[in-house]
């Protein structure tokens, strides 16, 4: 699948973007979908609120051509308990972080492996990219801030509401089951990314196929659309 999906958008001869405007960097707005390094991230946390509660689980998993590059895999020790419903939806106890490493100390990691110009994905990416940016400044780590913007995002929500028109619900587990993704541990942050991932290269198949002109990520992020 990911075979097909990379060597269809490289073999492609149009490369036009003149009729595209995306807020990226030249370099990355020029860079082909075939040849970008995708940085899927999930986060799992103690409640909504990015001000108020805290990240209990951080994955990003580095991808080119479909390949893993790099990635970062860890539970995050929060600054409160985490709510008994909190638990019954992720698994994740106080107990599990209790010695887990502090959020500046992950955050600082993650802000490492993404580099000075990341092309962060993630379904409903708004959410994890509001609850870095809220904890990045939390932990004195604002110069990081301009690494996990939301101009520099994709969604997997947002190409599925395009993409595959019609859906009861853009959820993530009812998106990647309409992709034919299966997700065996919904809520877990490293299940997720995967699913999110899995469920990228079906989208970016799609979209190959349905809008074969679109081969740049400036060309992508102008079809998705601001977040």
């Given at each position: 699948?990911?075979?097909?999906?990379f060597?269809?958008?490289?073999?492609?001869?149009n490369?036009?973007?003149?009729?595209?405007?995306?807020?990226?960097?030249?370099?990355?707005?020029?860079?082909l979908?075939?040849?970008?390094i995708?940085t899927?991230?999930?986060?799992?946390?103690t409640?909504?609120?990015?001000?108020?509660?805290?990240?209990?689980?951080?994955?990003?998993?580095?991808?080119?051509?479909?390949?893993?590059?790099?990635?970062?895999?860890?539970?995050?020790?929060?600054?409160?308990?985490?709510?008994?419903?909190?638990?019954?939806?992720?698994?994740?106890?106080?107990?599990?972080?209790?010695?887990?490493?502090?959020?500046?100390?992950?955050?600082?990691?993650?802000?490492?492996?993404?580099?000075?110009?990341?092309?962060?994905?993630?379904?409903?990416?708004?959410?994890?990219?509001g609850f870095?940016?809220?904890?990045?400044?939390?932990?004195?780590?604002q110069?990081?801030?301009?690494?996990?913007?939301?101009?520099?995002?994709?969604?997997?929500?947002?190409?599925?509401?395009?993409l595959?028109?019609?859906?009861?619900?853009?959820e993530?587990?009812?998106?990647?089951?309409?992709?034919?993704?299966?997700?065996?541990?919904?809520?877990?942050?490293?299940?997720?990314?995967?699913?999110?991932?899995?469920?990228?290269?079906?989208?970016?198949?799609?979209?190959?196929?349905?809008?074969?002109?679109?081969?740049?990520?400036?060309?992508?992020?102008?079809y998705?659309?601001?977040?």
């Open positions: 699948m990911q075979q097909s999906l060597g269809a958008l490289l073999e492609s001869p490369t036009d973007t003149t009729a595209f405007k995306a807020p990226l960097p030249p370099m990355m707005a020029d860079t979908i075939a040849d970008a995708f899927v991230l999930d986060l799992e946390t409640g909504l609120q990015a001000k108020k509660n805290a990240i209990t689980e951080l994955v990003a998993i580095q991808f080119q051509r479909g390949e893993e590059l790099n990635r970062i895999s860890t539970l995050v020790k929060p600054t409160e308990s985490i709510p008994e419903n909190i638990v019954a939806i992720t698994g994740i106890t106080d107990a599990m972080v209790a010695n887990a490493p502090a959020p500046v100390v992950v955050l600082r990691d993650l802000c490492q492996l993404l580099g000075p110009e990341p092309l962060i994905v993630g379904h409903n990416v708004s959410f994890d990219i870095l940016q809220a904890k990045l400044e939390e932990t004195g780590l110069g990081y801030q301009p690494r996990v913007d939301f101009a520099k995002s994709l969604c997997t929500r947002a190409l599925a509401k395009k595959l028109p019609g859906l009861p619900t853009y993530g587990v009812a998106v990647a089951h309409a992709c034919g993704v299966y997700n065996a541990n919904p809520h877990r942050a490293e299940y997720d990314v995967k699913m999110t991932a899995d469920t990228l290269w079906v989208l970016l198949k799609r979209l190959a196929e349905q809008e074969p002109s679109i081969l740049t990520l400036g060309q992508l992020w102008a998705q659309g601001a977040l």
